[in-house]
């Protein structure tokens, strides 16, 4: 894990060599054949749902530190995928992990289940692997913005209040 902490460390300090180590990275796209998710080589997420792309290659997750310093680009180390079965049925886990400056990793895992195509199930977890305490003041997670549509786009936000 510090070897992790050491090379994010290492990018924050040469800006040059970062750029040559994102464009070099792997990234992951991650589908059920309905929706696809995908992440570039520092964990920026893009959504589409057969051939239409829904939103941007955008930061969907980011933490924020206090001091409201907001550190939402992680350089992608590795994945896996393993095929799960549970009380919802068949399907896949992929698991990524990425690595920030000042020793944060965060671990993004995706299921889709089979019974339930175009149904994405995220969790995502920030750990300090550095050796400065850091204080966390907040997060966000699946945060996309969806593209225009000729035809516009309609959403209900249901919700309730005390009146």
């Known amino acids: 894990m510090q070897l992790s902490s050491g090379v994010a460390t ?5 800006p040059s060599v970062a750029r040559v180590a994102v464009k070099n990275a792997p990234s992951a796209r991650l589908t059920d054949g309905v929706l696809t998710i995908e992440f570039d080589a520092g964990l920026h997420s893009q959504i589409s749902r057969g051939t239409t792309v829904l939103t941007a290659m955008e930061p969907g997750e980011a933490i924020r530190l ?15 995928r393993e095929t799960v079965a549970g009380p919802h049925g068949a399907g896949h886990v992929h698991r990524l992990r990425g690595t920030a400056a000042g020793g944060i990793e965060k671990r993004v895992s ?18 300090n692997v550095g050796a ?15 593209l225009p549509h000729p035809d516009g786009a309609w959403s209900f936000s249901g919700a309730s209040y005390p009146d």
């Open 110 to 127: 995706v299921t889709f289940l089979d019974r339930y195509p175009g149904l994405a199930l995220l969790n995502v977890q920030y750990r």
């Open 10 to 14: 290492l990018l924050a300090a040469t």
């Open 132 to 146: 400065t305490p850091l204080a966390v003041a907040g997060w966000q997670t699946a945060t996309h913005d969806l």
């Open 66 to 80: 206090d001091g409201q310093r907001v550190v939402d680009r992680f350089l992608l180390i590795d994945q896996t």
